[in-house]
């Protein structure tokens, strides 16, 4: 199967740490990705993650565990800026020579004062 | 300028007629993607091509055909539209389709917001 779970929407307050979690059911894939997206606007990347561990990127910071079908993204430092759509999409191979990522709906962050 | 467009941004069109949406990207990226979105979806994949010439259908591909004679041009093409093509239409690029570190995160083009009336 290849179901992406994510939380609808959450909230948290400036300056907060707040962590967005992800869980799959998809198999064969090559790595994770996290983005952001606002409202009315394309997706952007944030991070990616190959390996098990934990990637950190400034304010932001991503963690996969492959054997247990599990990522986070963790953001610090909450910002008004930050409020925005958090896709998770695992990665997986067609074939040897094509490569797809497969797409949460996403979780909907919002940030208040 | 640099990067991945699309046009038109916004486009009303009526059931039955067909309406082609371009994407143009300036990279040189070997892998372009179309993608739908709509509320309570994950983005999903329509067509995606490899390279010039090689194209293959995604999750949700009745009712769109692609073409791709450019490695820079990838046209989406909505035969007859339906009502239930209403939709944010996203083109995206990738270096790579190997799932390569570094070198195949996609990069998306701003949209084309499509109403089928």
């Known amino acids: 199967g290849q179901n992406i779970d994510q939380p609808t929407e959450m909230t948290a307050t400036e300056g907060a740490i707040v962590q967005i979690n992800c869980t799959y059911q998809t198999s064969g894939f090559n790595g994770l990705f996290w983005y952001q997206q606002h409202a009315g606007e394309a997706p952007t990347f944030l991070s990616y993650?190959?390996l098990d561990g934990l990637e950190e990127k400034g304010r932001f910071s991503s963690f996969l565990s492959r054997s247990k079908g599990y990522s986070y993204l963790l953001l610090k430092e909450l910002q008004m800026k930050d409020s925005a759509s958090y896709l998770c999409a695992p990665g997986g191979s067609l074939s040897d020579s094509n490569y797809q990522l497969i797409w949460g709906a996403g979780t909907k962050l919002i940030i208040k004062p | 300028d640099a990067g991945i467009t699309q046009s038109p941004r916004y486009k009303i069109t009526e059931t039955g007629r067909q309406v082609t949406l371009m994407c143009h990207q300036t990279?040189?990226?070997?892998?372009m993607f179309w993608y739908r979105q709509d509320l309570g979806h994950g983005l999903r994949l329509i067509y995606y091509?490899?390279?010039?010439?090689?194209?293959d259908k995604g999750e949700v591909p009745d009712g769109y055909v692609v073409s791709r004679s450019k490695t820079e041009n990838f046209p989406l093409t909505l035969e007859s539209a339906t009502r239930s093509q209403t939709s944010v239409y996203f083109c995206?690029?990738?270096?790579?389709?190997?799932?390569?570190?570094?070198?195949?995160?996609?990069?998306f083009g701003p949209g084309t917001r499509l109403t089928v009336t």
């Open positions: 993650n190959v």
């Open positions: 995206a690029s990738s270096e790579s389709g190997r799932g390569q570190a570094g070198s195949y995160e996609q990069y």
């Open positions: 990279w040189s990226h070997s892998y």
């Open positions: 091509s490899a390279a010039a010439d090689i194209t």
